[in-house]
């Protein structure tokens, strides 16, 4: 009896088990029923909301979220140019690319391609001045929050350009928690900026102080525009103690600008001298150990851009790559040219230096022409993202990325051909015939090998020279004949043949130049680095490294 009641105990235990997980089972579903299928896409879809008021609530609601995709749609309502558009058809949020046949939609939350539509199918999402102030405040808060310390900087910058009086408060939070020193200062200037304008003498007297200590340019500005005077010598500042404190403050601001474009013509100078040795290193080699006066030598380095161009043509979905697939097909393609010139050409004209000159002059400008045949115009050449932008401390310096590849770029190369010359026997054999052409002879190396490779080589070196400059300036037909009289300029100041001196050479007179054009310009500037070296070959008329050999000897 009482086993059976036991077991009925337990059944009816277990069916009020059952039943309880049936009912929390329908309860859960119709939960789940009741609930909004994706409440983040409900969020984005409210900003096209009937009202004003209504898109300002969606905003602030988006804004709260940590979903990534909040920061590039809020960013894209707030394009004049660009803005959210909605399709008619389902009131999807869409971005729009126009096309020929209408216009491309891109899905704001997933992506995804949605075709092309009319131009009547899609509308943009209207705003006005209330909801644009209210996108701007979010965007603020969301990239001054943000982790990365790159979109930090770049807000703290955009708001530099733009200072917004309704975030001052937002800015003076974010500069309080702010704990990278760049973007700290950035915060502050901002404030310092909506500051100036107070009411308050006091509180402008600290935003000068704050202004006076960055060369950031809306800084400086503002600063200069409060020591104006006007033509009597009077402040245009009606707060005298404000124009007092700029005046005295702007001159230690100009010292730091003064110093900071000192070193960025320092670093221009660097960045044309390391294009000057690429472009002359190639001549040194030809001109120091052959005698040619190679008038062709710019058409090399002109086909070497044009080597890039092509590369990027044949893979245009690996521009990051590009380059370096480049660097040895240019210096294979302009080689084998120069070696073809040499074995038909120079090969009979050694020993008459003006006869190499007449004839190698000729064979620039065939070249130049058959680049004219094929397209007159410039080629457009793509630089890679990792060197398109630049390195910026301040607002008063900034160093490019190509450049600073580049001048590293050059220092390779020569490290590179002066282990070639040093420590390979080709080397070994161009060096014995620079120095005497006889003795070499004498001892078995077939000098005819020996002129077209070393022909060769400053070819070659001279395409890897315009794989350098295509990233730097435009390639067209007349690309090297712009730096050939620099080239030749380098050669005879370093010292005709010298690897050492036309690395002197090429940094000397690029520093110099640059130096130059800020107070003579740029043709003046050319014209005194000439008058400079004129005088400098009367006092040394082998250069700065005098190198030996059998044509300095004669």
Known sequence: MKALIRITALGIGLLFTLVSFAQSTEQTEETAENQPPNKFAERVQALNGRSFNAKIKAIETLSESKDPRVLPILKAMLDKDQGLYYRKSDDTIVTVEEVEDGLQLTDVLTGEDLGVVGKRDARKIGINNKVRNVLKSAIAVLELGADEKHIRLQSAQNLLKSPDKNLLSLLEERAELEDVASIKHLLEVAIALIKIDSDDQKVRLQAVEVLSSSVEPEAVNVVRKLAEVDEAGTYIEADLKVAELADAKLKSVETKLAMYRATENIFFGLSLGSVFLLAAIGLAITFGVMGVIN???????????????????????????????????????????????????????????????????????????????????????????????????????SFNYNRIYILFFALVVLFSLALLLKKTLFGLQMRAVTQNRPMASSM????????????????????????????????????????IIDSF?????????????????????????KLLEPSFGAVVGKILVLIFIILFIQWRPRGLFALKGRFVED
């Open 295 to 397: 008038m062709a030598h710019g058409e090399m380095i002109m086909i070497g851009a044009y080597t890039t161009f092509f590369v990027q043509q044949a893979m245009p979905n690996l521009i990051e790559a590009s380059l370096f697939v480049a660097i040895p097909l240019a210096f294979l393609v302009s080689g084998a040219v120069g070696v073809l010139i040499e074995r038909t050409i120079i090969r009979h004209l050694y020993g008459r230096p003006l006869d190499t000159l007449l004839a190698t002059f000729g064979v620039g400008l065939i070249l130049q022409q058959a680049a004219r045949t094929y397209n007159s115009n410039n080629v457009p050449v793509i630089t890679p993202s990792w060197m398109s932008s630049a390195w910026a401390p301040n607002g008063a310096i």
């Open 444 to 483: 078995g190396i077939r000098q005819n090998r020996v002129d077209a490779l070393t022909f060769g080589l400053g070819s070659g070196i001279a395409g890897i020279a315009g794989v350098a400059l295509s990233q730097i300036t435009n390639v067209g037909p007349n690309l090297g004949s712009a730096y």
């Open 489 to 513: 300029m380098v050669v005879v100041f370093g010292g005709v043949g010298s690897l050492i001196g036309t690395f002197f050479g090429a940094f000397g007179l690029g520093v110099i130049n």
